[in-house]
């Protein structure tokens, strides 16, 4: 492997962290043509060994992230997932994922629009934020970093209260686009691994510009130009910084999306504290 590709590789490792342990990758089933993710196992359909269920498996032999699992990843011989819950409740980001799962005949969803008004409330809270277009490029990843591992409850609080300033989730939440958060947990639950997320840069994907961090000077339209420049100059979030934010919110574990849904916003920017900087 080149060193341009070791030196990106590093730095995406950096930036994307979550169990490394672990790599979930997609696929079709062949005889339902459902699609899904599974952990990359060794064992995976050997006989008398493998069970398909692999968070009650007694046999799994996972295979770690690896450059090799990347450079398939970035050629688009592969899609990859991380799961952002570490083992002990803490994480290194939180992404929010918009997207138009349709609205039962009603009127569509805005993707663009919720995320870009989630980025910038995060923007005016101190919280660098960055969106990418999802690998459909029909949706819209909204990604926080950390510059150390938080705990999940807290990335989880803070996330919940600026989609609720930004009416992206409350009592009517069909009019948003918002659908999870990564990680979903506050912590683990004992049960498979938590959630997972589509890693960006997926080579088929970004040869058709999504999978790729958006440049806000375009309107969240076209992506940054020089991705790499991107990922070494990411902007981290302190956990002080979300400690700032819990304390002047009275936030606590176990946060859920209730209030400020779009055209009923109870917690609208204007009625909430601001927050010390």
């Given at each position: 492997m080149s060193?341009?590709?070791s030196e990106f590789a590093a730095l995406f490792r950096q930036v994307f962290r979550g169990r490394e342990d672990k790599v979930p990758r997609y696929y079709v089933a062949k005889k339902t043509g459902r699609p899904g993710y599974s952990p990359i196992c060794s064992n995976r359909f050997k006989e008398g060994v493998c069970r398909l269920q692999c968070w009650s498996c007694p046999n799994p032999s996972y295979v770690p992230l690896s450059d090799h699992l990347l450079s398939q990843h970035f050629?688009?011989?592969e899609i990859l997932g991380v799961y952002p819950l570490l083992p002990d409740g803490n994480c290194w980001f939180i992404a929010a994922d918009f997207d138009d799962h349709g609205n039962n005949g009603g009127p569509p969803r805005d993707p663009l629009r919720d995320a870009t008004e989630f980025h910038a409330c995060?923007?005016?809270r101190g919280i660098p934020c960055y969106l990418e277009r999802s690998k459909s490029g029909k949706g819209l990843h909204a990604w926080i970093f950390f510059d150390a591992p938080v705990p999940a409850w807290k990335a989880r609080a803070v996330a919940f209260a600026m989609l609720r300033e930004a009416g992206a989730i409350g009592?009517?939440?069909q009019l948003s686009s918002f659908d999870r958060l990564f990680p979903n947990q506050d912590k683990p639950s004992g049960k498979g691994f938590g959630n997972?997320?589509?890693l960006p840069y997926q080579g088929k994907a970004a040869e058709?510009?999504?999978t790729l961090f958006l440049d806000p000077d375009s309107g969240f339209k076209t992506p940054f130009p020089y991705q790499p420049e991107i990922l070494r100059t990411i902007q981290r979030t302190t956990e002080a910084d979300l400690d700032r934010i819990i304390e002047a919110w009275a936030l606590k574990a176990g946060a859920k999306p209730s209030g400020g849904a779009r055209?009923?916003?109870?917690?609208?920017?204007w009625m909430l504290?601001?927050?010390p900087s």
């Open positions: 060193q341009d590709f050629t688009g011989k995060c923007e005016a009592e009517d939440q997972l997320i589509a058709q510009n999504h055209g009923h916003r109870l917690t609208a920017i504290p601001a927050v």
